[in-house]
Each structure stands twice: as structure tokens, then as C-alpha cells.
């Protein structure tokens, strides 16, 4: 197990930056993992950290440790990558331990190795078996495999199931959680999948453009984004995002006025004397296909998805679309008028330049019904 440490790693290519000033610091033993759109370098990063990318400025530390320059096999890493890569005229045992032979381990610490990566992942009865003759599951299991035996100080994983089937995703994901706990290593972990994120993650590292735009726990990322894109990015279905103004009402409150629909109170520290472009943000699951909250949004239902434990309502409201997770929608059909409505404790309140406005939960609101 190690720590490791970035201190303001740039990356260029030419004149295009990919990767700009990032600092991180990974603690031993912590699941880290490195989420955001196709294009916001977190594959180049990792490749940064594994030694496979040079750098352009900064320092990578392992175990405090400085490695900026040193070689892959010199890092006490091992990566598993997408593709599988394994040898496809080697049998299971030999794919596994061929990392081994090349370091001229002894015969039978490679034996013990293998045997007990294999317990772990469940491959004692497939070690003769050659790739092909394996599941895109077991695959990857051996590439987990050889990754293990080598014993390294961080595991590096570039989004290792991406190639796999939905069912697939599913029963690796609980096998690299069992993973996790079992070995207690040092683990960075790129995906594009939120639910391996959410579920597998220590730590989760939002990245955007090359830079870093929010750390935190899986709860405290889906509870407190920092910003819109952390907001819009983190959570299946996403968070909705509606456009209103904050205004100052007369008794010296606040309130926001969604565009095109109701007006609700709110508690913020500072009421602006002008009114002052937002969004209000509000997860599908707090949503409710009744009237009684704080907010009373009339619309119609465009598209509902049931997916039996969960029934998603896409509700057109004027010019928006909001997300619903309600399951008693079930008999609902397309076209059908709706009410939306919400308590103003579940909003979260963005300013005109994305960031997350601080509300204050601790004051009370004053009483006002909303207004469709």
C-alpha cells in the first residue's frame, strides 16, 4: 500500500493543455476514482501517474517519494487497462505470472502468487484454459490477476469494464468491491460510469477540462456539488436544473421566481436588492406527482419509463423537461396532465457563474404557499 501525491501537474501536448496545474493527494488504502466526460483527461492522468505519459511541469510522489521521471517498471505500480491485453498463446497461469518470470522471480514464490490471485478471483479451476477459451468476465478477472501478483504499492484501473455487458458490469463491480476490501490497497480508478463510481469509491475526483472541480465522498458529491457541472454530472438521472431569478421580497426575504412557473421562498445569508440570475437544482427522488410542497409545478408527461423497482416520469413543464422517480406513476400515460411539487430544503441554488450558492438550512423560511 502507498500514498501518492500530484503537486500542480501540467500537461501539453504543443500549445494544447490537457491536463492544468492539478493537485491530489491519495491516502493509503483509499479507492479513488477519477470521473468525468469523455475528453477531461482522466485516462492521461493515469497514464501520467503509471509513467506511461512524461510530464510537462510538476511532481508525482509515491509514498513521498519522487517518481516524475522515473520508469514504469521503477514506480511499484501495476495497471489494469481496458482492453484485456493478455497473451493469447498463454494459458491462464502463465498470463498471470508472466510478470513475474520477466522480473526472474523463483519458481515457486510465482506459483504462490498465482495460486493465490487465482483463489481470490476465482479462477483455480480455469488456469489452464487459454484466453479464448474464457468470458469477457473472466478475462478481465485475469487481468485483475495479474495485476495482484505483482504486489504493487497502487493499483491503476482505466475503466476496466467498459467492454463488458450490462450483467457482466454488474458481477465484476461486486467482485472489485470484494477486491477492495480484501486487499486493502491503494486503488486509482478511471470510469465513465457513475454507478461503479458511486458504489466503488472511497473518494470520487470530478474532473472538467483538465482540471479538478470537485473531491469528496460518493454522499457528499450527490448531497453538496460544489458547481452545475458537479451537479448535471453526478447522479442517474441527473439533477434538474431550472433557470429563475433570486429576488428581495417586500419584508426583506428571498424568493426565487422559476422561469415561466412558481415562485417560492427561501433562505439565503444575502438577499440582493435587484434580482440575480439562478438555477435551482432538485434530484428526480425528491420530486412528488402531487400537489402539498413548498413548489407547485403544472406540466403534462412527455415520456415514462417503467423499469420495475424504479418509474421515471420525463415531465414537460413550459420549455423544460423534469425528471421524476416516483413509483406510483406506473398507470401513467403520455400526455397526461401533472403537478410537481417539492419542499424548498431538498433545492440546491447555483449562481449566474455555476457555483453552489450557501443556503441557510437553520434559519426558518417565511410561510408562503407557492404560486402556480
Not at 52 to 69: F, K, Q
Not at 168 to 180: D, S, T
Request: proline share 5%; hydrophobic share 40%.
Amino acid at each position: 500500500m502507498a500514498t501518492l501525491t500530484l503537486d500542480g501537474i501540467t500537461k501539453s501536448y504543443g500549445v494544447v493543455s490537457v491536463i492544468s496545474k492539478l493537485d491530489l493527494a491519495v491516502e493509503d488504502g483509499e479507492f479513488c476514482v477519477l470521473v468525468g466526460p469523455s475528453g477531461c483527461g482522466k485516462s492521461t492522468l493515469l497514464r501520467i501517474i503509471a509513467g506511461l505519459e512524461p510530464i510537462t511541469s510538476g511532481r508525482i510522489l509515491i509514498d513521498d517519494a519522487e517518481v516524475s521521471r522515473a520508469e514504469p517498471a521503477d514506480r511499484g505500480i501495476a495497471m489494469v487497462f481496458q482492453s484485456y491485453a493478455l497473451y493469447p498463446h498463454m494459458n491462464v497461469d502463465r498470463n498471470m505470472g508472466f510478470g513475474l518470470e520477466i522480473a526472474r522471480t523463483a519458481k515457486a514464490e510465482i506459483a504462490s502468487r498465482v495460486g493465490q490471485a487465482a483463489r481470490k478471483l476465482r479462477l483455480d479451476s480455469f488456469l489452464q484454459r487459454k484466453p479464448r477459451e474464457l468470458s469477457g468476465g473472466q478475462r478481465q478477472r485475469v487481468a485483475i490477476g495479474r495485476a495482484i501478483t505483482r504486489r504493487p504499492k497502487l493499483f491503476l484501473l482505466d475503466e476496466p469494464l467498459s467492454n463488458l455487458d450490462a450483467a457482466l458490469r454488474v458481477g465484476m463491480r461486486v467482485e472489485i468491491a470484494r477486491l477492495k476490501a480484501e486487499l486493502g490497497a491503494t486503488m486509482i480508478y478511471v470510469t465513465h460510469d457513475q454507478v461503479e463510481a458511486m458504489t466503488l469509491a472511497d473518494r470520487i475526483v470530478v474532473m472538467n477540462g483538465g482540471r479538478i472541480e470537485q473531491i469528496g465522498t460518493p454522499l457528499d458529491l450527490y448531497e453538496s456539488p460544489a458547481n452545475l457541472f458537479v451537479a448535471g454530472f453526478i447522479g442517474s438521472p441527473s439533477m434538474n436544473l431550472l433557470p429563475g431569478l433570486l429576488e428581495r421580497r417586500p419584508d426583506g426575504g428571498a424568493q426565487v421566481v422559476l422561469e415561466g412557473g412558481p415562485s417560492f421562498p427561501i433562505v439565503v445569508k444575502e438577499a440582493h436588492s435587484t434580482p440575480v440570475p439562478v438555477t435551482v437544482g432538485i434530484r428526480p427522488e425528491h420530486i412528488r406527482l402531487a400537489t402539498g410542497g413548498d413548489i407547485n409545478l403544472r406540466g403534462e408527461a412527455a415520456v415514462v419509463e417503467m423499469l420495475g423497482s424504479d418509474t421515471f416520469v420525463y415531465a414537460r413543464c413550459g420549455e423544460q423537461m423534469v425528471v421524476v422517480r416516483d413509483k406510483t406513476a406506473g398507470r401513467m400515460h403520455r400526455g397526461d396532465p401533472i403537478t410537481l411539487s417539492w419542499d424548498e430544503a431538498k433545492c440546491h441554488l447555483f449562481d449566474e457563474g455555476g457555483r453552489r450558492w450557501i443556503l441557510d438550512r437553520e434559519a426558518e423560511a417565511p410561510t408562503q404557499n407557492a404560486t402556480a
